[in-house]
């Protein structure tokens, strides 16, 4: 009787747990209809050379007395990283010419200026918004994880304890001491490891394949971004537009996500994971990953305040007498 009991225990936890176990396959997540583009641009951007920002601070300001008397450093910068800085001097020259061909000049320059502005600002939304797409991409896939994972959780509680009621029964159907000894034994032990099954589950897991990665440059920071356009990506690598003026915006970016997202643990593993091509992700770092992505979308909008202060340090100069 026992052998039998012991035999059926044995087969309730394998309908059970080996399901488990091929719940920890991995899913492709092209099975979702979501594809590795999905969140890219559609078309490349050129940027015109013509606004590229020089790259030695220290001698922009040192040679930028004339702009100094209505701008701050911080917007003189600002206006160099737009590429404007050369236009915004332009506009002191011109304003010395009262006659129609001045103020003629006047206006051209303005517009260039307002025109390439106006393309800038529409760069940190597309920024943003691929951002903010692969943000709720990680969080989906995420998502979808945890609920297959809750599944396949609550079902190992439900074995476990359909597992324990039976061996107490068949323990109080045997008469036999020694019966009734490996049935409960059978039974706590098939529970218990349906139990630990819970606590410690192995999980779905998804292969998710990135071969745009937002996150690569601010990580390994190379002179030049093939993300981040000469605009961003000098705004994102010099000192003096982070709050503290000590460290770029990548830097503190960077330290953030080391402390608070990934506990200093940044072995070759993850960050190939996380800051390369992709691979084989958990539900956890899918919601590590869209939380980093959700931050450096932050940095990137708040550059929007940088411009409305460089904006009007340029009209200042232009009406101003």
């Known amino acids: ?17 080996v399901p488990s176990c091929r719940n920890a396959n991995v899913v492709n997540h092209l099975k979702l209809n979501i594809s590795s583009q999905y969140c890219s641009p559609t078309a490349p951007h050129t940027y015109n050379p013509d606004f590229l920002p020089l790259t030695n601070t220290d001698s922009i300001l040192v040679n930028s007395h004339g702009l100094a008397k209505t701008m701050s450093d911080h917007d003189i910068l600002m206006a160099n990283a737009t590429g404007t800085l050369g236009l915004a001097n ?5 304003k010395k010419d009262s006659s129609v061909t001045g103020r003629l000049k006047l206006l051209e320059i303005s517009s260039r200026i307002q025109n390439h502005l106006l393309l800038l600002t529409t760069e940190i939304s597309g920024i943003s918004a691929e951002l903010d797409c692969e943000g709720e991409r990680a969080d989906l896939f995420a998502n979808y994880l945890d609920n297959m994972n809750d599944k ?3 079902r190992l509680t439900g074995a476990s304890i359909v597992i324990g009621a039976l061996a107490t029964v068949a323990a109080v159907a045997v008469s036999k001491n020694s019966a009734q000894n490996v049935i409960s034994i059978s039974g706590g032990l098939v529970s218990a490891g349906l139990g630990i099954l819970t606590i410690k589950p192995a999980g779905k897991k998804i292969k998710y394949i990135h071969d745009r990665n937002v996150l690569e440059d601010i990580w390994f920071e190379p002179e030049k971004s093939s993300v981040y356009s000469p605009f961003l990506w000098y705004i994102l690598r010099d000192k003096h537009f982070s709050n503290s003026q000590k460290e770029p915006l990548v830097q503190t970016t960077k330290a953030r996500w080391k402390k608070f997202e990934l506990d200093n643990d940044t072995d070759d593993k993850t960050v190939q994971l996380l800051f390369k091509k992709g691979g084989v992700y ?21 550059v929007d305040q940088d411009m409305q202060s460089l904006i009007s340090s340029l009209n200042r100069i232009q009406y101003e007498r």
């Open 282 to 302: 958990d539900a956890d770092k899918l919601h590590t990953r869209a939380t980093m992505l959700n931050q450096l979308q932050s940095t990137i909008r708040s």
């Open 152 to 154: 396949r959780t609550a």
């Open 90 to 94: 332009q506009i002191l020259e011109a």
């Open 1 to 17: 009787m026992h052998k039998v009991s012991s035999k059926f225990l044995f087969t309730i936890f394998t309908l059970f747990a």
